[in-house]
């Protein structure tokens, strides 16, 4: 029997940042440095979920001991729903989980050969390569390489003054550089993350920005029913009446309710903390979740 957690209609005025990227994706802060900002920021707790990769969870486990906050462990997995790209939040899942550590392998291959043709493209009309952008990779090899690390390469060119001013230019959805990210189904991620014991929940799942054609709730609801565990609602990206839609959904289905900032450092101006997740929704992730919270 799923557990509904009570929300509040404008998100908790306190808690745990749930959507928080790193130097190991794209985010510009080492797990250390995530850690310190969460605590000068009088967080609960956060959780670090950097792209389709676990690679800073050793760090980020060290860093919250020695600092005596608590963190989930999480990753940010980018799906497709048919022609909708759609990004998912796996936590507390076992990463040594067969099905779960194949599906970053191929996922992580896919991604390093689609920016590897991303840049031929870009560096055919601008000052940039491919040793240009691994620069950009904080962590090298440990690092999943994405469309930040070429923003960051145009920027270091002189190109564009910000990454945010490249996401809006060449390296935007909409350019003729770009190329969609090869992407596991929501099914499979749905299904994987819940063999390995973890718990989903669709990031932003109301973000027109990211998306002009949005998941609809017929597709939400079947996911519900393959294992789907919540909504992040409280997300800079959501609108007033997709929050509503989504808390409707929510009631609807049992899901989880969840907030988070999607925190990259300077790498966005979203600013950590400024959406949370309750503690009582956290702790119902860790319940059913397959490891330990850390700190």
């Given at each position: 029997m799923i557990r509904h957690m009570p929300h509040e209609d404008?998100?908790?005025?306190?808690?745990w940042d749930l959507h928080c990227h790193t130097v190991y994706s794209d985010g510009t802060k080492t797990p250390a440095e995530m850690i310190a900002s969460?605590?000068?920021?009088?967080?609960h707790g956060l959780a670090i979920t950097d792209h389709d990769t676990t690679a800073g969870w050793a760090d980020a486990a060290a860093a919250a001991r020695r600092a005596g906050l608590p963190i989930l462990r999480g990753t940010e997995i980018t799906a497709a729903d048919g022609d909708i790209s759609v990004h998912m939040l796996a936590y507390q899942y076992d990463p040594d989980n067969t099905a779960i550590t194949?599906?970053?392998?191929?996922?992580?291959?896919?991604?390093?050969?689609?920016?590897?043709?991303m840049v031929a493209r870009l560096s055919e009309d601008f000052p940039i390569d491919w040793h240009s952008v691994l620069r950009q990779a904080k962590q090298g090899e440990k690092t999943?390489?994405?469309?930040?690390?070429m923003a960051d390469a145009l920027v270091e060119a002189g190109v564009y003054a910000t990454r945010s001013e490249a996401f809006a230019g060449v390296i935007s959805?909409?350019?003729?550089?770009?190329?969609?990210?090869?992407?596991?189904?929501?099914?499979?991620?749905?299904?994987?993350?819940?063999?390995?014991?973890?718990?989903?929940?669709?990031?932003?799942?109301?973000?027109?920005?990211?998306?002009?054609?949005?998941?609809?709730?017929?597709r939400i609801r079947a996911l519900a029913g393959?294992?789907?565990?919540g909504l992040e609602v409280w997300h800079r990206g959501n609108?007033?009446?997709?929050?509503?839609?989504?808390?409707?959904?929510?009631?609807?289905?049992?899901?989880?309710?969840?907030?988070?900032?999607?925190?990259?450092?300077?790498?966005k101006p979203n600013r950590l903390g400024e959406n949370l997740t309750g503690d009582a929704t956290v702790r119902e992730i860790v319940a059913r979740g397959a490891i330990e919270v850390v700190g």
């Amino acid at each position: 029997m799923i557990r509904h957690m009570p929300h509040e209609d404008h998100g908790p005025a306190h808690g745990w940042d749930l959507h928080c990227h790193t130097v190991y994706s794209d985010g510009t802060k080492t797990p250390a440095e995530m850690i310190a900002s969460a605590v000068a920021s009088g967080l609960h707790g956060l959780a670090i979920t950097d792209h389709d990769t676990t690679a800073g969870w050793a760090d980020a486990a060290a860093a919250a001991r020695r600092a005596g906050l608590p963190i989930l462990r999480g990753t940010e997995i980018t799906a497709a729903d048919g022609d909708i790209s759609v990004h998912m939040l796996a936590y507390q899942y076992d990463p040594d989980n067969t099905a779960i550590t194949e599906l970053f392998r191929a996922t992580r291959a896919a991604r390093l050969e689609r920016a590897k043709r991303m840049v031929a493209r870009l560096s055919e009309d601008f000052p940039i390569d491919w040793h240009s952008v691994l620069r950009q990779a904080k962590q090298g090899e440990k690092t999943t390489v994405g469309r930040p690390h070429m923003a960051d390469a145009l920027v270091e060119a002189g190109v564009y003054a910000t990454r945010s001013e490249a996401f809006a230019g060449v390296i935007s959805g909409a350019s003729k550089y770009y190329i969609p990210t090869p992407s596991p189904s929501t099914d499979e991620v749905v299904r994987t993350v819940r063999e390995a014991g973890g718990v989903s929940v669709i990031a932003h799942p109301g973000d027109r920005g990211r998306n002009t054609t949005l998941l609809g709730d017929g597709r939400i609801r079947a996911l519900a029913g393959e294992g789907l565990g919540g909504l992040e609602v409280w997300h800079r990206g959501n609108a007033d009446d997709q929050r509503r839609r989504l808390l409707g959904l929510a009631d609807e289905l049992g899901l989880l309710v969840t907030g988070g900032s999607d925190w990259h450092g300077a790498g966005k101006p979203n600013r950590l903390g400024e959406n949370l997740t309750g503690d009582a929704t956290v702790r119902e992730i860790v319940a059913r979740g397959a490891i330990e919270v850390v700190g």
